[in-house]
């Protein structure tokens, strides 16, 4: 078969193959092409009739697109995928077919471009989250996947005058955000250059326009000023006078002979990055020396730190403009050193020095990286270890959202960095406006679950401190430290923000099961059953199926959960596991009876049970309020919320209902609140001996109108360590009365009573009443 002019080809299109095998070429001449030959065969049929909204054959994109590829430099496979990387998506050629017909490297690479399918279901948003998702997946295994969809990319971009005004503009922004934010990380400057510039034309016509006008005239008879600059640095570095300061004695010369010669040339900038100058830095673009950089590339990195001391010996330095890439390379591997000096003339010069390796990279970023590592015969290994791409692989699966997973994507892609140390100088980067919570996530998420502090440079920092450059982070652990829903606010990466939202997550969902399990026990005992025997005999993990809770509710953990949610009551599961020999609704009206009943003078238990004894359990064991369950850890508040209408007390008499996905709400007994809910799901509690929580009350303590009465009321409280939040008095009965209303916090029942007591025996006090704000309603001598 002759690959140079395949069989068939339209003259165009087999003109536009051949460019594509001479680039392959130009590469590496002893670069096998017969895969890239049956490729196109396979293409030209697969396209066969289609044509672009341009009129031209569709063929002609994927060999644009193929040639760029191979003028990257990438391999052999790499070009033939270009050529077929649209064949999957537009005819009948699936994936197994070029696994068959090739192999399954290509066909990975392939379907790694390849979108998803219309689905129905889901909006165009959806299809995109899911379709980078893919495409995510795919670059993890094989980052060529993403090489060649950027080359895809490029073409349709410098294609895009043919499409709808509404599609230049979803594509370009698309490009915008996510494309050339992605072609930056892989550090191939020139297409996430072209890539913002072309989406800058459909996004800003007006503004691109206008710069490119002030372009023209600046760049316009500026050729002699240029090359008159090159030779200036082309004379320093020859060992000649370029411009040394005349009271400097002594300049410092290149060492041709030992270092060898030195590469020169200068570069334009883009209308985009004229317009970042202008919009981000605020600096106004109006001389030849904002468009113009200066490159120059030495033999090694040594050398690169003496080419600089040439140039700061040969011409003055601008000061604070000098940055070191070597030393801190960017997360993308760019390296090199850029500095800004003034000439004899006294014009600026931004120079940018690179060994002949980094230059390489800079224009082809990763793909220069993995050619110098097969070279060294280390195969791709190297271009695999992407941090950012880790990063992203680490957090991805944890964002269900399409809408947060993309925004997530775009952040990290788009965000400036800002260098930080561990103690043991190890470096770390990160989007600026990141804390110490993402430095703890970055270490481990062990780390970050547990970080209760941090220290920055020695001194103790809050969690919310925004980390600057150079900082040396120390974090501080410990065990009983939890992520919490404010975090999500204090940290930058979205690695954090995932992590923290699969913690609360969790946390959430043990929470639901502990909730759903306590409801199930305690109506098992009501009916003479123990829950730990059915657990032993598998008999709740068993109900999955018959439950019907769908193939991701499985076992006992499963059906807690969902009962906790409120996603199935109770009772239907009880019923399977305990059946009642009493008719339903004459048991449900013995329930109620002995919820209501009510009798005077009642004594109450220790635990809170209005005239039960723990062994009576006419309603099953009560669930036991403890701190554990009653305080908020994570994202869905405490198991057992104390309501704030009546501000229930350790020794408090209770009456709880279950609200579905929320937990369990406790009421002191006789709260006007509790009485609106006492049908929902009646739930049984008692307190664990021995609890002291802080909890607010309000007491009304009605005196007479008395000099120095208050001071008195003061000191009871002070007296029984009460501490008071608030107080209002006021007067009634023309002055004779008073009425003074207490917002206080106490830690037991027994305290509350201790100080009632007290209170109620200082002359001038009539009457002392604990009040629930419920509906007006309050309890005296409570």
């Not at 059906?559 to 305990?578: F, N, Q, T």
Request: aromatic share 6%.
């Amino acid at each position: 078969m002759n690959t140079d002019a395949p069989t068939g080809a339209h003259d165009a299109l087999a003109a536009a193959f051949a460019r594509v095998l001479d680039a392959v070429r130009e590469r590496d001449a002893t670069a096998d092409v017969e895969i890239i030959g049956r490729a196109f065969e396979v293409a030209v049929r697969a396209h066969e009739g289609q044509v672009r909204r341009s009129g031209e054959p569709y063929l002609i994109h994927p060999i644009r697109v193929s040639e760029t590829i191979a003028r990257l430099g990438l391999d052999t496979h790499s070009v033939a995928a270009g050529l077929l990387h649209d064949s999957v998506e537009d005819s009948e050629l699936t994936v197994v077919d070029l696994t068959e017909s090739f192999d399954r490297e290509l066909a990975g690479i392939v379907d790694g471009v390849t979108k998803l399918g219309k689905v129905p279901y889901l909006s165009r948003q959806e299809q995109q989250a899911e379709s980078f998702r893919k495409m995510l997946l795919a670059m993890s295994q094989d980052i060529r996947v993403l090489l060649v969809k950027l080359a895809d990319r490029l073409d349709n971009m410098r294609t895009l005058d043919h499409m709808p005004a509404e599609k230049q503009a979803r594509i370009s922004r698309e490009t915008m955000e996510i494309y050339a934010p992605l072609a930056n990380r892989l550090g191939i400057q020139w297409i996430r250059a072209e890539l913002q510039n072309l989406s800058f034309r459909y996004l800003e016509p007006g503004t691109y326009e206008r710069i490119q006008g002030k372009m023209t005239t600046l760049l316009e008879g500026s050729e002699a000023t240029v090359r008159g600059a090159e030779e200036l640095l082309r004379v320093a570095f020859a060992g000649g006078d370029g411009a040394p300061p005349e009271d400097d004695e002594e300049s410092l010369e290149w060492p041709l002979a030992t270092l060898g010669p030195v590469g020169l040339r200068s570069s334009i900038r883009t209308p985009h990055q004229l317009y970042l100058m202008e919009s981000e830095d605020g600096y106004e673009v109006d001389t030849l020396e904002d468009l113009v950089v200066y490159h120059v590339v030495v033999p090694d990195r040594a050398s690169c730190y003496a080419a600089l001391g040439v140039i700061h010996a040969h011409f003055k330095p601008v000061p604070d403009r000098v940055r070191d890439y070597i030393a801190l390379p960017r997360s993308n591997r760019y390296q090199a050193l850029h500095t800004m000096v003034i000439n004899r003339h006294g014009r600026r010069m931004e120079i940018q020095i690179r060994s002949a390796a980094m230059d390489a990279v800079a224009d082809r970023g990763i793909v220069a990286e993995w050619q110098r590592d097969h070279a060294d015969g280390r195969g791709a290994e190297g271009w695999r270890n992407l941090d950012w791409l880790s990063e992203l692989m680490d957090w991805q699966g944890d964002v269900v959202d399409p809408h947060e997973f993309i925004e997530s994507v775009k952040a990290d892609l788009f965000a400036g960095e800002v260098y930080v140390y561990s103690p043991r100088g190890d470096v770390f980067t990160f989007r600026r406006g990141a804390t110490p919570i993402d430095f703890a996530f970055a270490i481990h998420t062990d780390v970050g679950n547990t970080c209760s502090g941090a220290r920055v440079n020695g001194h103790v920092v809050a969690l919310r401190y925004q980390l600057r450059q150079g900082d040396t982070v120390e974090i501080i652990t410990s065990p009983k430290t939890r992520p919490r829903q404010e975090w999500l606010k204090m940290c930058g990466s979205s690695r954090a923000r995932a992590k923290i939202k699969q913690h609360l997550r969790t946390e959430e969902r043990a929470r639901l099961r502990e909730i759903g399990r306590s409801l199930l026990q305690q109506k098992l005992t009501s009916r003479g059953q123990r829950l730990e025997e059915m657990e032993g005999l598998g008999a709740i993990a068993k109900l999955g199926p018959e439950l019907d809770l769908g193939k991701d509710l499985r076992g006992a953990d499963s059906i807690y959960e969902a009962i906790g949610a409120g996603l199935i009551a109770v009772e239907r599961v009880l019923d399977r596991l305990a059946p009642s020999s009493e008719d339903p609704q004459n048991n449900d009206s013995n329930l109620l009876r002995r919820v209501f009943r009510r009798v005077s003078g009642r004594k109450t238990s220790a635990r809170g049970w209005p005239g039960l004894s723990a062994s009576e359990g006419i309603a099953g064991s009560p669930i036991i309020v403890n701190r554990e369950r009653s305080e908020s850890h994570g994202a869905g508040g405490p198991m057992i919320q104390l309501a704030t209408c009546c501000g229930p007390l350790p020794g408090d008499a209770l009456v709880g209902y279950f609200v579905p996905g929320k937990g369990i709400v406790a009421h002191v007994e006789g709260c006007p609140e509790s009485l609106e809910h006492i049908d929902e799901r009646r739930v049984y509690l008692a307190w664990e001996d021995g609890l002291e929580i802080e909890s607010a009350v309000t007491i009304e303590v009605r005196t007479g109108n008395t000099v120095g009465l208050l001071a008195d009321l003061s000191r009871a409280f002070s007296y029984h360590g009460v501490n008071i939040k608030q107080a209002n008095c006021r007067t009634v009965d023309a002055g004779m009365r008073a009425i003074n209303t207490f917002f206080a916090t106490v830690r037991t029942l027994a305290q509350l009573k201790s100080l009632i007591m007290t209170l109620r025996e200082i002359d001038g006090v009539l009457g002392v009443e604990r009040v629930f704000v419920g509906g007006g309603f309050s309890s005296r001598g409570s």
